[in-house]
């Protein structure tokens, strides 16, 4: 009786775990067939023959721009936002001075923000210093949007560094500021880690930003480029199929190889709401 | 060298500053200036480039008459409602998988998935699947034997429940993840004793576990509806509010106002009342769940 029982719930959670990555599946087989397959045969069979051509493809239509995009402007992102969470903590946390509960309460406020709700005076702002179309204008929205985040996961880490650590620091004479890049910022890499790469998901997510403040193909990311790109092959279903594979494929390695890292930084998040 | 020192070199306001400021400058000039400004611009008559009218609450007043924004509020509601309510079966699925499943590890990290995935990557992805002639759906359906099946996103009557698939799909792991956790939080010694006086497995869950983790659930209340109110961007992508404006939601319709009609005035007026609506729901439901002592363990 008890084993009938957890057969059932077997056989639950395997049905939810297949409705979660089974579209993700059927994207990947039709992305390596052609139409006439993808169109009469079962959504569930194979490819006849493997069309990594359809790959080569959309590759070769200019795709790679946008990656490159991508990746340097999530990169130089998430570089700026952790150096500058980090040491907004470091002050929040370790130093003392008054105003350090309100200033970490203006952080956590902007993590409940709808974005939506900024985005006409931001466009205004960035149109009136000539930042529309400049892909610093991302660069330095991402940062800012992901501060909040970034210093809720660095919070608790560095709350329950020991005091010692800086005591002795003082004691050999060192300055602060060597005292946070030598000791302190080397010690936290287990939570930067963390932040990075949810930064990095965030990052190479996002959309409405620079769909509204781009408007060059030279510096579109890939969400925003791909959404144009597919335009073009609108009956092409294989070549549309690689492209979101491609566009999604970095992310979906990086949970591969660090997705404890992913889950908890997903779960603080949620910690405060 | 004592405390004295330590205090004196730990408050060094130069040093406060220069660490705290960069930080704080980002968040100030490029999230909380805009806000305000979002409330400044709703009071103007403006295209975005050219001069700006001053024209009082004249888009308020417009905004409370204007039924196509009560729709896309009244669609953004109903996302609130249909998220909220899924909680449920997230917490049912997060109640076997914390209940000593073996590879629950594993398969929570495979809910998790789709979240990772681009907003976009997910909508092309829909739009697919939901495709009236070659889509997976209907392929499936008619191979189960379904004449005629719908048109998912072509049909008014049908396409926002449809565009509520795939955002419930997106968002399902993340819930389960955090259910899960608070579920692997309660200490095994609570529920061995309620076993040990002869509680059954369902009690335990609705009577032990769920009281438990009633902070969490309520947090997750709060994300669910927030979320839902400001949503955004799969809607955008697959159906741009369409067909008819049978899909808009507030934000959608925020940002075309803004960004295709050049009225920047009225949709900054649009976007100020979907954070005054936010940030008044939210703290209802604060309100409404708060008890008066949080249950200790």
Not at chain 1, 31 to 36: A, T
Not at chain 1, 72 to 100: D, E, G, N, Q
Not at chain 1, 159 to 165: A, F, N, Q, S, V
Not at chain 2, 74 to 85: E, K, Q, R, V
Request: with cysteine; proline share 4%; hydrophobic share 55%.
């Amino acid at each position: 009786m008890k084993r009938i029982g957890y057969f059932v719930l077997y056989i639950c959670l395997g049905g939810v775990a297949l409705f979660q990555v089974f579209p993700i599946i059927w994207l990947f087989l039709f992305s390596l067939k052609d139409n006439r397959e993808i169109f009469s045969g079962s959504p569930f069979a194979l490819p006849s023959e493997f069309r990594w051509e359809n790959y080569v493809k959309v590759w070769e239509g200019g795709i790679g721009t946008y990656f490159w995009n991508s990746i340097w402007i999530t990169s130089v992102a998430i570089i700026i936002t952790v150096l500058f969470a980090s040491m907004a903590t470091f002050a929040i946390t370790r130093m003392k001075w008054k105003l350090s509960k309100p200033v970490l309460g203006l952080f956590m406020v902007g993590l409940m923000i709808p974005i939506h709700s900024a985005i006409i005076p931001l466009f205004s702002m960035f149109l009136n210093i000539n930042l529309i179309d400049n892909p610093w204008s991302i660069v330095i929205t991402y940062t800012a949007y992901n501060l909040p985040i970034t210093i809720m996961i660095l919070l608790g880490f560095y709350y329950t560094l020991p005091r010692e650590i800086e005591e002795a620091a003082i004691i050999d004479g060192c300055s602060i500021n060597r005292m946070f890049f030598k000791i302190i910022l080397p010690m936290t890499a287990p939570v930067l880690s963390t932040t990075v790469i949810i930064n990095m998901i965030y990052n190479w997510n996002e959309f409405v930003f620079v769909n509204t403040f781009i408007s060059s193909d030279a510096y579109k990311t890939l969400t925003v480029g791909i959404q144009n790109f597919i335009g073009q092959y609108m009956t092409d279903w294989g070549a549309i199929g690689a492209t979101l594979i491609i566009s999604v494929l970095p992310i979906l390695l990086a949970f591969l190889f660090f997705s404890n890292k992913v889950v908890e930084g997903i779960s603080a998040s949620a910690v405060k709401g | 060298m004592g405390l004295k020192e330590m205090n004196k070199v730990m408050s060094n306001k130069w040093v406060i500053t220069l660490y705290v400021l960069p930080a704080l400058l980002l968040i100030a000039i490029l999230v909380f200036i805009p806000l305000i400004l979002t409330g400044y611009y709703g009071l103007m008559d403006w295209d975005g480039v050219g001069e700006m009218y001053f024209i009082g609450l004249e888009n308020y007043v417009t905004a409370l008459q204007d039924m196509k924004f009560w729709d896309s509020a009244w669609h953004s509601f109903l996302l609130a409602i249909f998220s909220t309510l899924s909680l449920a079966i997230y917490l049912a699925i997060s109640l076997i998988l914390a209940s000593k499943i073996r590879g629950a590890n594993l398969l929570r990290k495979i809910y998790l998935i789709p979240m990772l995935l681009s907003s976009v990557a997910i909508a092309q992805l829909w739009i697919k699947v939901f495709n009236p002639t070659n889509g997976m759906l209907n392929h499936i359906l008619i191979a189960l034997g379904v004449e005629n099946p719908p048109a998912w996103l072509a049909d008014t009557s049908i396409v926002l429940f449809a565009i509520f698939v795939p955002i419930l799909w997106q968002y399902a792991g993340f819930y389960i993840l955090i259910y899960y956790a608070a579920l692997k939080n309660i200490p095994e010694s609570i529920i061995e004793a309620a076993r040990i006086d002869g509680a059954s497995p369902l009690q335990i869950a609705y009577r032990i576990k769920l009281p438990l983790i009633m902070g969490v659930i309520k947090v997750t209340i709060v994300l669910a509806v927030v979320g839902s109110l400001k949503y955004f961007d799969l809607i955008y992508v697959m159906t741009g509010g369409g067909p008819n404006g049978a899909s808009e939601v507030m934000a959608s319709y925020m940002y075309k106002l803004a960004f295709s009609s050049k009225d920047f005035g009225y949709g900054s007026a649009i976007g100020f009342l979907l954070l005054v609506i936010t940030l008044i729901v939210t703290v209802i439901i604060r309100k409404v769940t708060a008890s008066k002592e949080e249950i200790q363990y």
